[in-house]
Structure formats: structure tokens, C-alpha cells
């Protein structure tokens, strides 16, 4: 299947349905922070939504290197009440 | 011998006093077994994030001590066993800290490789704008 050219959709018209989406960025990679602290609950907070659950990837658009590192940084904040594991 | 993080969260109903002799006595655990403190914070008196044993706040304290992974155990044992401790943690630091070292080596050696590629590409577009000037 040709990719779609959207430039041709420009002049067309074609364009309403699709918008270009800025491409989010890992902010640990930006930022270059090799080690996620599981202590530094201040930025482990970015990554915690209201209810308490873990930010997915698709939302925060970190990177799954990251995103593991993460994951066990929370886990580990979690387990001395450093972070929530439900709020309601 | 191994780099540890460790946290104490401590009932914050008792009083001042028993608490820093509580954790004196933990240090002392570590220390008489040979380990080496290397740090040692005292986060105080912190809202827990959810109640545990109907309590809303801990005493926090943080220690990154170099230990036998025996002492560590020894140390979770005492940990588990006594009342005031309300959580306690003790993770290895070592592993994470060797790799975010590891990771920054990496980035800064690909940091110094890259204007060397990047200089060349810029001189030749510089040259073909002179010429075109001229």
C-alpha cells in the first residue's frame, strides 16, 4: 500500500481529519537522567494520574528503557508510603 | 561487600528520644557487622501516602551503607520483628548506579564523536556558498 502523501491532502483540502501531532519526547532521556530515584518523589509524581495507577508510555511518551526504570522506582515508593497504590 | 538503600519508616507516636535510639540501634547492626555508613538522611516526621495500622505519618530515615548481603539480612530480620517499624526497605544501589554510570560514559563518548561528523558537513556547505558569492 503507497503511503498516504499528505501534502497532497494539503491542496486538496483533505486535511481536517488529520492533525499533526507533536512528537513527545522521554523526558528522562531529554533531561539525561540515567537513574530514576526512587526516592525523588517530587518527579515520580509527574507519572502518577489521580488514581494512583502508573502513567502509560502512550501518554507520558517516555521510552521503555525509562519506563522500566520507572516502573521500579514507583513499585519501590509504594511499598514505604512514599507513593499511593489507589486513591479514590 | 554491597552498596545498599535502606529506609526506616518508624511510628511517629513515639517519643523523640525512643526514636532516635531505635535508630541508632539499626545502625549499630550495620556497623558492628562491619558495614560502612555512607550516608545518612533523615527525611523526619512525612504523610504517609496511605494509612498503615491506622496511622497517617512516619518517621523516615535513610541510610546508603556499604554491607554483606548477611548483615542486610540480619538487619530485615530485627526490621520485621519490631513493633515501631511501621515499612523498611533495603534495595541494592550498586547495580543501578554502575549501569547510570555506564550509560553516561556511553552518551558522552557518542557527545564527542558527533562534531567531528558534523564539522566536515558544514565546511564544504560553507565553500559552495563562497563561490556562489564571488
Same mark, same amino acid.
Given at each position: 500500500m503507497p503511503r498516504r502523501d499528505f501534502k497532497k491532502d494539503k491542496k486538496t483540502g483533505?486535511?481536517?481529519? %488529520? %492533525?499533526?501531532r507533536r512528537r513527545k519526547a522521554c523526558k528522562f532521556c531529554v533531561e539525561k537522567i540515567e537513574y530514576v530515584d526512587w526516592k525523588d518523589v517530587k518527579?515520580?509524581?509527574? %507519572?502518577i494520574p489521580e488514581r494512583g495507577k502508573i502513567l502509560p508510555r502512550r501518554i507520558s511518551g517516555v521510552c521503555s528503557l525509562h519506563q522500566r526504570k520507572l516502573q521500579t522506582a514507583i513499585k519501590r515508593a509504594r511499598a514505604i508510603a512514599l507513593l499511593p497504590y489507589a486513591t479514590d | 561487600m554491597r552498596l545498599y538503600d535502606i529506609v526506616v519508616v518508624l511510628s511517629p507516636e513515639e517519643t523523640p528520644e525512643q526514636i532516635t535510639a531505635l535508630a541508632d540501634g539499626?545502625?549499630?547492626?550495620?556497623?558492628?557487622? +562491619? &558495614?560502612?555508613?555512607?550516608?545518612? *538522611?533523615?527525611? +523526619?516526621?512525612?504523610?504517609?501516602?496511605?494509612t498503615i495500622a491506622k496511622r497517617r505519618e512516619g518517621v523516615y530515615y535513610y541510610w546508603q551503607a556499604e554491607? $554483606?548481603?548477611?548483615?542486610? =539480612? *540480619?538487619?530485615?530480620?530485627?526490621?520485621?520483628?519490631?513493633?515501631?517499624v511501621l515499612r523498611h526497605l533495603a534495595v541494592r544501589a550498586d547495580e543501578e548506579l554502575k549501569r547510570a554510570v555506564k550509560l553516561?560514559?556511553?552518551?558522552?563518548?557518542? &557527545?564527542? =564523536?558527533?562534531?567531528? $561528523?558534523?564539522?566536515?558537513?558544514?565546511?564544504?556547505?560553507?565553500?559552495?556558498?563562497?563561490?556562489?558569492? =564571488?
Amino acid at each position: 500500500m503507497p503511503r498516504r502523501d499528505f501534502k497532497k491532502d494539503k491542496k486538496t483540502g483533505n486535511r481536517k481529519k %488529520f %492533525f499533526v501531532r507533536r512528537r513527545k519526547a522521554c523526558k528522562f532521556c531529554v533531561e539525561k537522567i540515567e537513574y530514576v530515584d526512587w526516592k525523588d518523589v517530587k518527579t515520580l509524581q509527574g %507519572f502518577i494520574p489521580e488514581r494512583g495507577k502508573i502513567l502509560p508510555r502512550r501518554i507520558s511518551g517516555v521510552c521503555s528503557l525509562h519506563q522500566r526504570k520507572l516502573q521500579t522506582a514507583i513499585k519501590r515508593a509504594r511499598a514505604i508510603a512514599l507513593l499511593p497504590y489507589a486513591t479514590d | 561487600m554491597r552498596l545498599y538503600d535502606i529506609v526506616v519508616v518508624l511510628s511517629p507516636e513515639e517519643t523523640p528520644e525512643q526514636i532516635t535510639a531505635l535508630a541508632d540501634g539499626f545502625k549499630k547492626i550495620l556497623t558492628d557487622d +562491619g &558495614a560502612e555508613i555512607k550516608l545518612e *538522611e533523615v527525611w +523526619g516526621r512525612r504523610r504517609l501516602a496511605y494509612t498503615i495500622a491506622k496511622r497517617r505519618e512516619g518517621v523516615y530515615y535513610y541510610w546508603q551503607a556499604e554491607a $554483606k548481603t548477611e548483615t542486610i =539480612a *540480619e538487619l530485615e530480620r530485627k526490621l520485621r520483628l519490631s513493633d515501631e517499624v511501621l515499612r523498611h526497605l533495603a534495595v541494592r544501589a550498586d547495580e543501578e548506579l554502575k549501569r547510570a554510570v555506564k550509560l553516561k560514559a556511553r552518551r558522552e563518548a557518542k &557527545a564527542a =564523536a558527533r562534531p567531528k $561528523k558534523a564539522a566536515p558537513a558544514s565546511e564544504p556547505a560553507a565553500e559552495t556558498s563562497e563561490p556562489a558569492q =564571488a
